[in-house]
Each structure stands twice: as C-alpha cells, then as structure tokens.
C-alpha cells in the first residue's frame, strides 16, 4: 500500500473483469472512464433520494460531460425499499424514458441502491451495462467486489436476484464526506473481517487508525477500501460460485445472521457481525482451533472502530442455535462454521468450514450471551 489511488481488478466467471478505482477525488474521471468503458446513447442515474440531496447535482453534471442524455431516477432511502415494487417502477420509468438496450445505468449511493439499480440493470432488456459509484463504506468493501444484484423477499432477505458485474466502480473516499458515523462504523465491520481471515497486519492498522477512519479521513479511507477491496476480489476472483474458499467471507456471518434476524433486523448489519466475529472466534478457541486470543485481538479491532464486541439481551442459546440451521450456507442439515487458526489465518478444515456440534454452541452461547431479564 504505497500510491494514492488504486486500479483494483477484479475477475468473475460471470462477465468480464472489471476495475474497482479507488482515490479521494476519482469521481471527476467519471466522463472519460464513461466514455472509454461504457459509452452508451443514455445514462439513467439512479439514486437514493438521501444520497441524491447530498451528491446528486455534481454526479449529474459529470454524467452530462459525457455527451449522452441523462435522467435521473430516484427512490426512497433506506432497506425496507429494497423491493419488488421499486425495481417495477424504476424499471417501467425509463421504459416510459425511452431508455434502449444502448442505455446504461448508473447506480449511486450505498449497498441497497447498488443492489437495486444493479438489479434494474441486470434484468432491463435482458441486461445493459452498469456502472457502480458507492457511496457508503459498506458498499465500497463488500458491494463493489463479487457483480451480486438484487432484491429481498418476504422470504428472507437477497432472495431474487442476479450475478451483474458492473463496467467498472468509482470508490471516492470524498463521497463518504456525508456519511452519518455510525454508517462508517458498519462498513468497518466487513474491514475488520477481511484483516481477521486474511491480514492480520491490516486488522491492527485498521484498528490503529481507526479515529481517522471513523472521521472519514479521505486518505486513510482510500487506504482502507482498497485494502479490503484487494482482499476480497482475490478471495472471489478464484472461485466465483461461493462453494469453496469463497466461503471464508462467511467468518461471523452464521451466528451473526442469526442474532440479526432474532432481532427483526433492528441490529445493524456490522453490528451483528461484530458481534459474531467475537463468538466464532471464541467458539474456535473452545475447540482448540483458533490459537488463543484472537478473540482479544478482534475485540479490540472492533472495539477501536466504535463496534459492540459482548452480546447483550440475547435470545435463548435454542432460538440462535434453531436460526443458524435456517442460514442458506447450512449444508445437509448440520451448521458449519468458518473458524480462524489466528487473526489473519482461517483454519482448512474440511472445505474451509466444519461442522461444529450444537452441544458445543449451546455451551458457548449460554456462558456468552447474558438474557434479556
Ligand atoms: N451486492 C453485494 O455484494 C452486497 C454486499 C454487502 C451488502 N449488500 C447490501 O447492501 C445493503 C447495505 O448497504 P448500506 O449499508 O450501504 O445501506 P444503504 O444503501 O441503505 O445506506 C445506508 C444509509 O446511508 C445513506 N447513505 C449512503 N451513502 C451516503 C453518503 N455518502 N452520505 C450520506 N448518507 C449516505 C443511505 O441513504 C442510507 O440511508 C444491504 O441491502 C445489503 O444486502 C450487498
Ligand atoms: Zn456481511
């Protein structure tokens, strides 16, 4: 990590390599990079009406440097309009625009409007291009790498969608200028889980420049981004379809999903993740696969970075255990966990995953997750 603006690739089986460009500023290479890798006859910009009030104006303007036609569509901040319905209406507008198969979007704002656009994108006219600017620290580590689009479903969360890999993502550390604190301290999360399974010298960093980081700091977010950004395209560059070491980015996620959703979703994201990155870690100190105090080492990564680390009012130990078998990464009916060797390291185990007893998750929830009285 030496230059101040990186050119990360980023490889999928699914569509052609793609680059995540990260720098304070690189948003004003918008028109040329529109031009030379997405030139299309329109460009629909569509946004968040949050984000939009914040960038929109000069996003707009650099769209029009481009020489195409522009509109903008918008749509209601905020998950719970992750949906159906606004895929349908974004989806019909630009028909009513007349946007063709030359069109292409551009999606800007956090994970739910990349996943939503990139959705739009994915399934209008059976595909056009998409170009992804990400304006929350969540979309830029975790979204921009991997072409996931989608929606989510009363069944469950991510439910329909489709593989879309963007033309390319502008990750501008300057955009999260507006970004709320608590909204950093998520997407720090998934930052802290790559320096976990993968860079352990990245995860002290993290945690030593936390302050900057969590103040938004232009130069130490770039920093941070493309670091993860690396991390996480090399994980999924090798293997594109999920099984195999791609598996690993699941560190956390199976009892952090599972406190997520004990919750009706009122816990953040990160803040679960946090939460299960502490728990897993310790379930593998239990067994003896993960050296001991590397749950200390995270929980001060997460604590630096304004994360929980101690599970409070936790549901019954029966009721997690019963919503980790739910988990779609459950495979013939047993849970199986990523467990780490140390902070940096993730255990082979079998298929880089074992299967823990659910005696032994009983016991670790019941000594770490005091009841809510
Ligand atoms: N496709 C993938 O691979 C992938 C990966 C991780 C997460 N996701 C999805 O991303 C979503 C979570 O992402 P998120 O946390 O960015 O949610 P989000 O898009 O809802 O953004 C969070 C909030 O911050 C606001 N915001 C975003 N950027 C801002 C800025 N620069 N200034 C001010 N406010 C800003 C948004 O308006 C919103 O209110 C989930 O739906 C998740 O499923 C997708
Ligand atoms: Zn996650």
Redo the contacts with the bound molecule.
Sequence with gaps: MTSDRWDIPVTTALGSPYAVRVAPGVVEELPELLSRLAPADAYALIS????FG??GDRIRALLSRAGARVVVKTFP???RN?IRSEWARLTDDLLAEGIGRDGCVVAL???????LA?FVAATYMRGIPVVQI??????MV?????????V?VAAG??LVGAFHPPRFVLADPE??????RL?RS??LA?AVKHGAILDAGYMAWVRDVADQLLEGEPEATARMVARSVELKAAVVSEDETEAGRRQILNFGHTLGHALEAASGYRL???SAVAQGMILEALLGERLGVTRSGTSEALAEALDAVELPTRVNDAPSPEVLIELTTRDKKVRGGSTRYVLLEAPGRVDPGTGWSRVVEGETVRDLLAAECPRAV
Excluded: C, W, Y
């Design positions: 968040d009406d949050r984000v914040f960038h901040h905020g998950e992750k704002g956090g994970g739910v409007t990349g996943d990139g990400p304006t929350s620290l969540v979309a975790d979204a921009s790498v991997g072409g996931k689009t989608g989510d969360k991510n955009l999260t200028s507006t970004l709320p909204e998520q997407g998934e953040p994201h990160g």
